[in-house]
């Protein structure tokens, strides 16, 4: 996806310099944009590698940081449901920003090469209620960890108690280096501890995985998915633990540099159907509400055999408005997404009205219902919905 930059520069770097720590007030968004920090400016790119090129893509060296680049996410969301039905969803992030080029960056052990965010939250629907926190930290004297999968070890992603990690099945490694992969996280009033395990294959995005974000070269990132990964493990909110099983979609992606000048936000549906296909649709905003020609989506048969859905295949449109209880940002109340050629026609409709999240900046993301048709047919599902770009009690 486009998704995941958003942190916003020097509003949150003095936070980091403690280590890697719970923000007990999140700091106010700067007036950086979308486009500012996802785009393109020369100077910000220089020194850093550009994704111009479909990639030679190897796994499990992959899964791992790509320091050449400038950003980086890993990134799982996921619905859940415990023994007696109670439904919730689950989000946990990674971020990898660098501070310069990595042929330039300081040597120190204590240096800040990079830095890593995380965010974590739970959407308890039953309980009507929408839990969230983030972590900070430099990427040095072992404030977090960032290991990509080497011989004889997995993936191990950590900041403070939070992670995601890698584990030995069978007595040895997995054969990706990745899955299965267990997730912990937690804060004052939840906390989950699941593992993912092998589902669907991995979706390239994009051209085979260069998943272009702008007309100018370089303006793109690398990205991949896992679209449906069984979920299982513990939940807790307000200190009640719930054994729970599910689904999750898992996103991995890597730039230096994407957004054009004229993007101001964008809209990421990931969606989940019971016919066992997934439909994964980004639509870049310009400040009118239209989407630019490098909105794409995906298409992920039930034998996981993927088709593009290109600019103009899938039509989004949002319907009616919820309004932050502060009424400083508004979002879509609901959205309908209709395939061009009539291959589908779903509703999306959030299972908890509000799950914005008050981290470094304000962003929009939580679990979401699909009703509608598939191929003429009647089809359900989940899935999760992001959306950003809100401010001042509308969509800019």
Same mark, same amino acid.
């Given at each position: 996806?486009?998704?995941?930059?958003?942190?916003?520069?020097?509003?949150?770097?003095?936070?980091?310099?403690?280590?890697?720590?719970?923000?007990?007030?999140?700091?106010?968004?700067?007036?950086?944009?979308?486009?500012?920090?996802?785009?393109?400016?020369a100077?910000?790119?220089?020194?850093?590698?550009?994704?111009t090129?479909?990639?030679?893509?190897?796994?499990?060296?992959? $899964?791992?940081?790509h320091?050449?680049? #400038?950003?980086?996410w890993?990134?799982l969301?996921?619905?859940?449901?415990?023994?007696?039905?109670r #439904?919730f969803?689950?989000?946990?992030?990674?971020?990898r920003?660098?501070?310069?080029?990595?042929?330039?960056?300081r040597?120190?052990?204590?240096?800040?090469?990079?830095?890593?965010?995380? $965010?974590?939250?739970?959407?308890?629907v039953?309980?009507?209620?929408?839990h969230?926190e983030? #972590?900070?930290?430099? $990427?040095?004297?072992?404030?977090?960890?960032?290991?990509?999968?080497?011989?004889?070890?997995?993936? $191990?992603?950590?900041?403070?108690?939070?992670?995601?990690?890698?584990?030995?099945?069978?007595?040895?490694?997995?054969?990706?280096?990745?899955?299965?992969?267990?997730?912990?996280?937690?804060?004052?009033?939840?906390?989950?501890?699941?593992?993912?395990?092998?589902?669907?294959?991995?979706?390239?995005?994009?051209?085979?995985?260069?998943?272009?974000?702008?007309?100018?070269?370089?303006?793109?990132s690398i990205?991949?998915? &896992?679209?449906r990964?069984?979920?299982?493990?513990?939940?807790?909110v307000?200190?009640?633990?719930?054994?729970?099983?599910?689904?999750?979609?898992?996103?991995?992606?890597?730039?230096t540099?994407?957004?054009?000048?004229?993007?101001?936000?964008?809209?990421?549906?990931?969606?989940? &159907?019971?016919?066992?296909?997934?439909?994964?649709?980004?639509?870049l905003?310009?400040?009118?509400?239209?989407?630019?020609?490098?909105?794409?989506?995906?298409?992920?048969?039930?034998?996981?055999?993927?088709?593009?859905?290109?600019?103009?295949?899938?039509?989004?449109?949002?319907?009616?408005?919820?309004?932050?209880?502060?009424?400083?940002?508004?979002?879509?109340?609901?959205?309908?997404?209709?395939?061009?050629?009539?291959?589908?026609?779903?509703?999306?409709?959030?299972?908890?009205?509000?799950?914005?999240?008050?981290?470094?900046?304000r962003?929009?993301?939580?679990?979401?219902?699909?009703?509608?048709?598939?191929?003429?047919?009647?089809?359900?599902?989940?899935?999760?919905l992001?959306?950003?770009?809100?401010?001042?009690?509308?969509?800019?």
């Amino acid at each position: 996806m486009t998704r995941r930059w958003w942190w916003g520069g020097a509003a949150w770097l003095g936070c980091l310099w403690a280590g890697c720590r719970p923000a007990a007030t999140p700091p106010e968004p700067t007036a950086a944009s979308v486009a500012e920090l996802l785009g393109g400016a020369a100077g910000a790119a220089a020194g850093f590698v550009r994704a111009t090129a479909v990639p030679q893509l190897e796994f499990p060296r992959d $899964h791992g940081p790509h320091p050449g680049f #400038r950003t980086e996410w890993w990134y799982l969301t996921g619905n859940l449901q415990d023994r007696a039905g109670r #439904r919730f969803g689950v989000q946990l992030v990674f971020f990898r920003q660098a501070l310069a080029p990595f042929a330039t960056a300081r040597r120190a052990a204590s240096a800040a090469h990079e830095l890593v965010l995380a $965010h974590a939250a739970v959407t308890d629907v039953d309980g009507g209620r929408f839990h969230h926190e983030q #972590r900070l930290a430099r $990427h040095a004297a072992g404030l977090a960890v960032l290991n990509g999968p080497a011989p004889g070890q997995p993936l $191990h992603l950590a900041c403070d108690d939070w992670s995601m990690r890698g584990v030995a099945q069978d007595g040895g490694l997995q054969v990706d280096g990745q899955l299965p992969l267990e997730l912990r996280a937690g804060g004052r009033d939840f906390a989950f501890a699941l593992r993912a395990g092998t589902g669907k294959p991995l979706v390239l995005q994009g051209d085979r995985g260069l998943s272009a974000k702008g007309p100018e070269p370089g303006n793109a990132s690398i990205y991949y998915s &896992l679209p449906r990964l069984p979920l299982e493990g513990t939940v807790t909110v307000l200190g009640v633990d719930h054994a729970v099983t599910g689904q999750g979609w898992f996103d991995r992606e890597w730039s230096t540099s994407a957004l054009a000048d004229d993007v101001v936000g964008w809209d990421w549906f990931a969606l989940q &159907l019971d016919s066992g296909e997934e439909v994964m649709w980004y639509q870049l905003r310009r400040p009118d509400g239209t989407a630019t020609a490098q909105s794409r989506g995906v298409l992920v048969a039930a034998d996981g055999a993927a088709q593009p859905l290109l600019a103009g295949a899938v039509a989004a449109v949002p319907e009616g408005r919820w309004v932050a209880p502060d009424g400083a940002a508004s979002y879509p109340a609901r959205w309908r997404l209709a395939a061009a050629d009539g291959a589908f026609e779903l509703a999306v409709v959030p299972l908890l009205a509000d799950q914005e999240l008050h981290t470094v900046v304000r962003y929009w993301e939580g679990a979401v219902s699909v009703t509608g048709l598939r191929a003429g047919r009647p089809v359900l599902g989940v899935g999760y919905l992001e959306m950003t770009g809100a401010r001042g009690g509308g969509r800019r």
